[in-house]
């Protein structure tokens, strides 16, 4: 899940800096140019969703589906010819999906013999209700970390950053050009190199032992708010404090640093690893919903903050931090190298139990159990 972030911020990396390229290029290819750049990975996407050779459909699906040759085949091609290692993983992935679906049917409406495949209405109802089970007594706090993880990722002023740098970084007195976007270009660059470190060490450390860079994050913004205040103040004459003015720059690159190293990966990690299997692909799924709605909170509110008070923006930001700091340290669990029993203790539930106990019985007799 950590390359997922580092590939997102690849992509704006590199989003940012072809524009940066062509600005000055004096006709429409200026802006031409750069969207005919977004074209290329996407005609690629095209042309593998078209030849399953170059990008065959996912085999876990294909299970779902009791395609299960046509899972085996996928694996094959991309694990190798190595048979009893696919049948391996082929089992693994019939045991998962029976057991989810074991897991589903036992909290949805149950069919009268007479009416054995559900309609529109029945299936839209009984998936309502599976996904208000994340709402339930046993799902609620996992369903929290989740969303306000997200929430709080979000909050902590990073797309503020990447969306708006320019403009934040005028409103602290940075003059010219070329030298603001290079700056802003500059944490994108910073998030992308800081996410390396957590790829390497996120198994080995934990996710919380990681978190605390949220620490340096909080405390980076609170303390760059004095230089950052100082230079907004004297914005007209950056010359005169460029101590203040680059020391206020700094602060945004170790904020963004830390950012790299806690909430860009773990913000994706943890949603996947506190819900147990039969929940996970809902719970992450809701996480990631609250990560894209808060994404656009963000996007649509800060100019208009930005318009009011630069210094009131960077506040709000810091004080998300905190709030995220404090949140992180007496809230959320270790979820590394944590079984699914110590899970279910933090969290007041038997759910991690009862997945296991599905999947030993799915595992010991596969072909006696249906769904019903």
Same mark, same amino acid.
């Given at each position: 899940?950590?390359?997922?972030?580092?590939?997102?911020?690849?992509?704006?990396?590199?989003?940012?800096?072809?524009?940066?390229?062509?600005?000055?290029?004096?006709? +429409?290819?200026?802006? @031409?140019?750069?969207?005919?750049?977004?074209?290329?990975?996407?005609?690629?996407?095209?042309?593998?969703?078209?030849?399953?050779?170059?990008?065959?459909?996912?085999?876990?699906?294909?299970?779902?589906?009791?395609?299960?040759?046509?899972?085996?085949?996928?694996?094959? !091609?991309?694990?190798?010819?190595?048979?009893?290692?696919?049948?391996?993983?082929?089992?693994? !992935?019939?045991?998962?999906?029976?057991?989810?679906?074991?897991?589903? +049917?036992?909290?949805?409406?149950?069919?009268?013999?007479?009416?054995?495949? %559900?309609?529109?209405? *029945?299936?839209?109802?009984?998936?309502?209700?599976?996904?208000?089970?994340?709402?339930? %007594?046993?799902? @609620?706090? @996992?369903?929290?970390? &989740?969303?306000?993880? !997200?929430?709080?990722?979000?909050?902590?002023?990073?797309?503020?950053?990447?969306?708006?740098?320019?403009?934040?970084?005028?409103?602290?007195?940075?003059?010219?050009?070329?030298?603001?976007?290079?700056? $802003?270009?500059?944490?994108?660059?910073?998030?992308?190199?800081?996410?390396?470190?957590?790829?390497?060490?996120?198994?080995?450390?934990?996710?919380?032992?990681?978190?605390? *860079?949220?620490?340096?994050?909080?405390?980076?913004?609170?303390? &760059?708010?004095?230089?950052?205040?100082?230079?907004?103040?004297?914005?007209?004459?950056?010359?005169?404090?460029? &101590?203040?003015?680059?020391?206020?720059?700094?602060?945004?690159?170790?904020?963004?640093?830390?950012?790299?190293? *806690?909430?860009?990966?773990?913000?994706?990690?943890?949603? +996947?690893?506190?819900?147990?299997?039969?929940?996970?692909?809902?719970?992450? $799924?809701?996480?990631?919903? *609250?990560?894209?709605?808060?994404?656009?909170?963000?996007?649509?509110?800060?100019?208009?903050?930005?318009?009011?008070?630069?210094?009131?923006?960077? !506040?709000?930001?810091?004080?998300?931090?905190?709030? &995220?700091?404090?949140?992180?340290?007496?809230?959320?669990?270790?979820?590394?190298?944590?079984?699914?029993?110590?899970?279910? $203790?933090?969290?007041?539930?038997?759910?991690?139990?009862?997945?296991?106990?599905?999947?030993?019985?799915?595992?010991?007799?596969?072909?006696?159990?249906?769904? @019903?």
């Amino acid at each position: 899940m950590a390359l997922e972030q580092l590939s997102i911020v690849v992509g704006a990396v590199a989003g940012f800096w072809t524009g940066f390229g062509t600005r000055s290029i004096n006709s +429409s290819a200026s802006w @031409r140019l750069p969207l005919f750049i977004q074209l290329i990975p996407a005609i690629i996407l095209l042309v593998g969703a078209l030849f399953n050779r170059i990008l065959p459909p996912s085999p876990r699906l294909l299970v779902v589906q009791e395609r299960y040759d046509e899972a085996a085949a996928v694996l094959r !091609m991309l694990r190798g010819d190595e048979d009893v290692l696919v049948q391996l993983e082929l089992l693994e !992935m019939r045991t998962e999906v029976l057991v989810m679906a074991r897991a589903a +049917s036992a909290h949805a409406p149950v069919l009268t013999s007479t009416h054995r495949k %559900p309609g529109l209405i *029945s299936t839209m109802c009984s998936e309502l209700g599976i996904w208000a089970r994340l709402f339930g %007594p046993t799902y @609620r706090k @996992r369903t929290a970390i &989740g969303v306000m993880m !997200m929430v709080f990722q979000q909050w902590s002023g990073i797309n503020a950053l990447l969306y708006y740098g320019p403009t934040l970084l005028l409103s602290v007195g940075l003059k010219g050009d070329t030298i603001t976007l290079l700056v $802003a270009g500059g944490v994108g660059i910073v998030q992308a190199l800081a996410v390396l470190p957590v790829i390497l060490l996120i198994d080995r450390l934990g996710a919380s032992a990681l978190f605390f *860079s949220s620490i340096c994050a909080t405390a980076n913004f609170l303390e &760059g708010r004095k230089p950052l205040l100082r230079c907004n103040t004297y914005s007209d004459d950056w010359t005169s404090h460029a &101590g203040a003015a680059w020391l206020a720059v700094s602060c945004i690159y170790l904020y963004t640093a830390a950012y790299g190293m *806690s909430y860009g990966p773990i913000g994706w990690i943890l949603p +996947s690893e506190v819900f147990p299997l039969s929940m996970r692909s809902k719970g992450v $799924a809701l996480s990631t919903a *609250s990560n894209w709605l808060n994404n656009f909170l963000i996007g649509l509110v800060t100019p208009e903050l930005m318009e009011l008070s630069a210094k009131g923006t960077f !506040m709000i930001f810091a004080v998300a931090c905190f709030l &995220g700091y404090l949140w992180s340290t007496y809230v959320v669990p270790e979820t590394g190298n944590v079984s699914l029993e110590e899970m279910d $203790a933090v969290f007041g539930s038997n759910a991690g139990v009862e997945d296991v106990r599905l999947k030993h019985e799915v595992s010991r007799n596969p072909k006696s159990l249906r769904v @019903r």
